[in-house]
């Protein structure tokens, strides 16, 4: 029998006083959804794999929280990875993981979903499980335990986690989790539990979840391997089981949430959010985002405005973020930023994340930002011309100094830019080129504030990512990695200029997870065991214990890493239908070859697969 009982209050307060930050593990935030246990039929706790501050920046989790607390007959509270203060109070008590809402326990839930948003939180996933007591691997959960669940952009490839999910959804969730949740509510009024030994009440059950559009059953498919160990494919194992997973996306772009939880600790974005724009059709042959979550869609204008004033009502925000993987290109986006000032008043802020470089980006940044000016952010990811050609980044130089001289001579003190190194085809001359640009920038910023502009350089490896032009390349080779940000640390070595970087280790370590198949399940597993959890973070990631995985590993991982794969060969996420063809993402490659450009979406389409009849325009 499970316990459903909250955990004591007088118990758990004798823990927080132990614990950094106990805010984040009590509760009672503005906005809370408080709902009766008995009068829901499902219970389903929401799992974010990372700490508190980062989930409640999370607008996907706020949006499933709100969709499903909207159901009658349905209750969804929220779960948080504690921090490791927190995780040993816990166990040193012998008390198992528990939501906010009501402080029971995740074994007394229906439904257990993760949210992945990154490949490195999957230890964090199994962490969780562990401090809910329960058991890793769905073969080993009775009926009588949750449905374990996971979503997320890090599922795209889930076969890392297969063992460890019962089920995993595909795309976009806010249909798709609802209707999982009716189903399973069906199968529990038939009571499924009654005999806790058997798998065969589940089992049916995950048979009929199989049929819905974006949800993968991960026991119901079997890979296959060449005698060398090459994978082969994965081919389904059950009857009326899909060969292919159609990933599920969601038109139109449902209401947003107009009244999230407010948390009392701050947030890694501390602001009112809405999404006005999913999906991105500039095309960059890098961006997993831009491929996976097409066609895009808009929100209406309309929409946006009557939500956000709902919105900053509710949540007594003075802040809205305007989100989406490139805000600018909203059409219309001039009008829409002018109606919200007009409607919300000179005292709200307006954001936008997310800023294209051309100097339309810098006249809408400064419109918005009149009271504070602390930076802007840009993006050239590459060097040199030729190798934004490539990865189809399509600005010049020549667009870099001219935004460089309109943002410093407005005012700003400061810009930010990222870049990538490890892209296909780079060499230590396009590495030259980002030191070339950062240095002419700051002169720029020299010639208007002398020694206040400064400006800051944030460097990533480059992953090659499922479902992108550049999934059949390899990861960059270790000394080529190490030789490169030699380059930038000496070339970069100037006052104004600030260079970070990703850690190296991180990054393979996310380029194993993201391109691995069911193997990679056995690595993750073990590095778990060897302490790895909250990876994503410098201070807890733990690369001893990965290196002991991988070094354990029952197949070659640096082949499959380092090396790039044919482009016939079957690829371990391929039975996930993302509506983009195969044949577009070959020509695309081929294209970046060539140093082609292909235009965004709106100027022209692209013939990737995605049916344009699909695309909902923001108005007419």
Known sequence: MIDTTPIPTALLDRLLRRVERPARYTNAEWNAAVRPWEAAKVHLVLAFADVYEVGMSNLGMSILYDIVNRQPGMLAERAYAPCPDMAAALQEAHLPLFSLESRRPLAAFDVVGFSLGYELNFTTMLKMLSLAQLPLRSAERADALPLVIAGGAACYNPEPIWPFCDLVVIGDGEEVLVELLLLYSAYLE?????????????????????????????????????????????????????????????????????????????????????????????????????????????????????????????????????????????????????????????????????????????????????????????????????????????????????????????????????????????????????????????????????????????????????????????????????????????????????LSWHDPHMSYVEAVLARGDRRCAAILEQAYTMGAWLDPWDEHFRWQAWQEALRAAPFPVEDCVRSPWPLDAPLPWEFIDTGVHRSFLQREYARALEGQLTPDCFEQCSGCGVSQARAIRCWE
């Not at 667009?399 to 930010?416: D, H, P, T």
């Open 190 to 498: 038939q009571g499924i539990r009654a005999n806790e030994q058997s798998r065969e009440g589940k089992t049916d059950f995950l048979a009929r979840a199989a049929r819905l559009e974006g949800v993968y059953v991960p026991e119901f498919y079997e890979p296959q391997y060449s005698e060398s160990g090459r994978f082969l494919g994965l081919r389904p194992v059950r009857a009326g089981v899909p060969s292919r997973v159609c990933s599920r996306t969601v038109m139109p772009l449902p209401w947003p949430p107009t009244k999230p939880v407010v948390p009392y600790v701050e947030a890694v974005h501390d602001r009112a959010m809405i999404e006005v724009r999913r999906g991105c059709g500039q095309g960059c042959r890098f961006c997993q985002a831009g491929m996976v979550y097409r066609p895009v869609r808009e929100r209406p204008p309309h929409e946006i405005i009557a939500a956000a004033k709902e919105l900053l009502l509710n949540t007594g925000y003075d802040e809205l973020g305007l989100l989406s993987l490139s805000t600018c290109d909203y059409r219309g986006i001039e009008k829409l930023i002018e109606q919200l000032q007009a409607e919300l008043g000179e005292e709200t802020a307006i954001s936008l994340p997310s800023l294209r470089l051309d100097s339309f980006s810098v006249q809408l940044a400064e419109r918005v930002e009149k009271r504070r000016r602390p930076g802007l952010t840009f993006a050239p990811e590459a060097g040199t011309q030729r190798l934004r050609d490539v990865i189809n980044k399509k600005v010049t130089e020549e667009q870099l100094y001219e935004v460089a001289e309109l943002v410093f001579s407005r005012g700003w003190r400061r810009i930010k830019l990222y870049f990538m190194i490890g892209l296909p085809t780079e060499t230590d001359e396009d590495v030259y080129g980002i030191v070339h640009l950062c240095r002419r920038v700051l002169a720029i910023g020299r010639r208007h504030h002398g020694n206040r502009a400064s400006v800051s350089v944030s460097v990533a490896t480059f992953i090659p990512k499922p479902h992108t032009p550049f999934q059949w390349v390899a990861y960059i080779a270790e000394a080529d990695l190490q030789r490169r940000l030699d380059i930038l640390r000496r070339g970069l070595r100037k006052p104004g200029l600030e």
